[in-house]
């Protein structure tokens, strides 16, 4: 399970870029998105459930979010 940092994982309801070197920002911050999800994939396909939180999330949520995950998983097996 990953708690992703609104701005470093450029979550789609906060994300924001600083105006000044925004074409080093846009790299930065799409070279961290290309990492999630190449991260999740390889997870995926080493048979790892991947759980990802935003920073903004309600934590009750994220756990309902969490235990779900882990009863189907459960269901599967
Ligand atoms: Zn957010």
């Known amino acids: 399970m990953f708690v992703d940092g609104c701005f470093w994982h450029s979550c789609p309801e ?3 870029r600083p105006a000044a ?3 080093w920002w846009a790299e930065k911050l799409a070279k961290n998105m290309a990492r999630d999800a190449a991260t999740n ?3 995926q396909q080493a048979g790892w459930r991947v ?3 935003w920073e903004h999330e309600d934590p009750s ?3 309902n979010r969490i235990l779900k995950e ?3 998983s ?3 097996h």
């Open 61 to 63: 949520e994220a756990a």
């Open 74 to 76: 459960r269901a599967e």
């Open 21 to 23: 070197n925004d074409t």
């Open 41 to 43: 994939e390889h997870l």
């Open 14 to 16: 906060h994300a924001t």
């Open 70 to 72: 882990v009863t189907r």
């Open 51 to 53: 759980v990802r939180i």
